[in-house]
């Protein structure tokens, strides 16, 4: 029995290996590599995804840096070029604007009205506390009353500028109120300044105030 033993043991032994093909080794692998347990700590679906985002950004950068004269350093050159050129452009235009209807700088935008109407409009947006708009009418209807007593004669284009030197020349006494008004007329509508209550309130004591000033009889008046 000893010999026996011995004889399948060495059989055991000098038996071939066995030998697996490389296909069913992948496959055994793979299905090894499946199990769940091989997988607790993978990223999530919004990790992967962002993965694949850099990845591709780090290729397109990897692509610019080598076209680009020279290389990643060139690159970064041109990047603080544009920064600062479009931070310069901002600082000296501002942000923005919406644009202003009609000519650049216009005082008056639409059809002509009167100045009774344009004072008309403003007391109404000043009712709603829209002053921006207030301002605006208000400021029309002083020129447009100017206009009407022969102290300004109607232009189209005008600006409030122009109309606040203009009539200066005939109401000496209020040139100073008149390009008060007119410098805020420039920053509410072209300048972004948020009007209030009280510029309203200087504007419409402003035609007030010109109504009962007697012109001197030069410039347009004569």
Known sequence: ????????????????????GRDAARAAARGELSKPEYHRNDPGLLQRALNRFWDWVGELFDHA???????AL???AVAVFVVLVVAALWWRLGAPRR?????????FDDGIRSAADHRTAADALAAEG????????R????????????????RPGRTADEAAGEAS??????????RAAARTFDDVTYGARPANEAMYASLRDLDHALTRTKPLLTGAAQ
Request: no cysteine; net charge positive.
């Open 74 to 76: 060139g690159l970064l």
């Open 99 to 107: 644009a202003v209807r009609g000519a650049a700088g216009a005082l």
């Open 139 to 154: 400021m029309r209807a002083v020129v447009r009353s100017l206009e009407e007593r022969a102290l300004l004669d109607p």
């Open 1 to 20: 029995m000893k010999g026996m033993g011995g004889l399948l043991a060495r059989t055991g032994s000098d038996a071939p290996p066995v030998t697996i």
């Open 169 to 178: 020349a005939s109401l000496p006494s209020q040139a100073g109120a008149l």
């Open 65 to 71: 840096s080598g076209t680009t004269p020279g290389g």
């Open 130 to 137: 829209r002053w921006n708009e207030a301002v605006q009418e």
